[in-house]
């Protein structure tokens, strides 16, 4: 069973973060503070509005990005295949370009949650998967966790 965990607890690293464009693209990605520690290439779990989707991180020239979220790991690989929840959450919550946004570490390299500044967030978190079996699923390509 999946524990809940405030965005205001104790345990949550909170950095501030901003939307941004990256590259030629109009729509809009999420600019990851430096002091995440993450790598160009990384999967994470990021919590939009509730929802844990999978995004990958990717360096651009002024550092890394969240170019989207997706409903599972084989979308967040191919993202034109699937609805990117990041633009969602972005229009619903009325962030673009330059607006400040709130990325809370739920567990350091794995799981994030994005929220509005000054907005109480409560996340369902769920385990890491095992790596030895995740690593078997993806020389298999049967990973969609």
Same mark, same amino acid.
């Given at each position: 069973?999946p524990e809940?965990?405030?965005s205001?607890?104790p345990? /949550?690293?909170? $950095?501030r973060?901003?939307?941004? %464009?990256?590259?030629g693209?109009r729509?809009?990605c ?5 002091? /995440? ?5 990384? $999967? /994470? &779990?990021?919590?939009l509005?509730?929802t844990?989707?999978?995004? %990958? ?6 550092g890394?990005?969240? &170019?989207?979220?997706?409903?599972n790991k084989r979308l967040? =690989?191919?993202p +034109?295949?699937? *609805?990117n =929840? ?5 229009h619903?919550?009325? %962030? ?5 946004v *709130?990325?809370?570490e739920?567990?350091?390299? @794995?799981?994030?949650g994005? &929220?509005?500044p000054?907005? %109480?967030?409560v @996340?369902r978190i769920t *385990? =890491?998967? +095992?790596d030895?079996?995740?690593?078997i699923?993806e020389? $298999? ?5």
């Open positions: 069973m809940q965990l405030p205001d607890h345990s /949550v690293q909170t $950095f973060a901003n939307i941004a %464009r990256s590259g693209t729509r809009p999420l600019r990851v503070p430096d002091d /995440v520690t993450a790598a160009d290439g990384d $999967f /994470v &779990r990021l919590h509005g509730g844990a989707y999978h995004a %990958r991180l990717s360096a651009d020239a002024s890394l990005v969240i &170019r989207g979220a997706y409903d967040a =690989r191919t +034109n295949n699937g *609805e =929840r990041l633009v969602e959450w972005c619903e919550h009325d %962030r673009a370009d330059g607006d400040a *709130e990325l809370d739920l567990d350091d390299g @794995y799981q994030y994005l &929220r509005v000054g907005v %109480r967030q @996340y *385990e =890491r998967p +095992n030895s079996l995740s690593s699923a020389q $298999f390509g049967l990973s969609d966790e």
